[in-house]
């Protein structure tokens, strides 16, 4: 299995720092752009709603990470790095009020990652 999202040390501190405020039920959504930015979004469940569209990449910090199943296929072919930068976050995301901001950088898998995410895909059915 190859892990499509990881994250830095810097965002599982900040992950850590928002369970302890918010509790430990925290989802993550990866953003299309538009009014909630271009980045990794951390949610409250009550604030998110997930659906038959959301493909669900793994885990973060604890934390379930989803994308959209149009944004996945566009990114499928990479893994996702969730990383902290300093500045305003994202505006519907828990983090927005820290001065830190979740960004997403991402590199492209190897082709022996590329085939395993490609078994993967066809025994889930994607």
């Known amino acids: 299995m190859v892990d499509r999202v990881i994250a830095t040390p810097a965002a599982l501190e900040l992950i850590a720092s928002l369970k302890a405020q918010y509790g ?7 953003s299309g752009g538009c009014c909630d930015n271009s980045a990794a979004n951390c949610y409250l469940p009550t604030d998110l709603t997930i659906g038959a569209y959301d493909v669900r990449l793994g885990d973060i910090g604890g934390v379930p990470f989803y994308i959209s199943a149009s944004q996945y296929e566009y990114w499928r072919h990479t893994q996702l790095i969730i990383d902290v930068v300093d500045g305003q976050g994202g505006t519907f995301s ?23 995410v490609e078994a993967e895909d066809r025994a889930l059915g994607r």
């Open 24 to 30: 430990p039920d925290l989802i993550f959504h990866q």
């Open 94 to 116: 828990l983090e927005g009020n820290t001065g830190k901001a979740f960004h997403t950088r991402s590199r492209l898998f190897d082709d022996d990652e590329m085939a395993a």
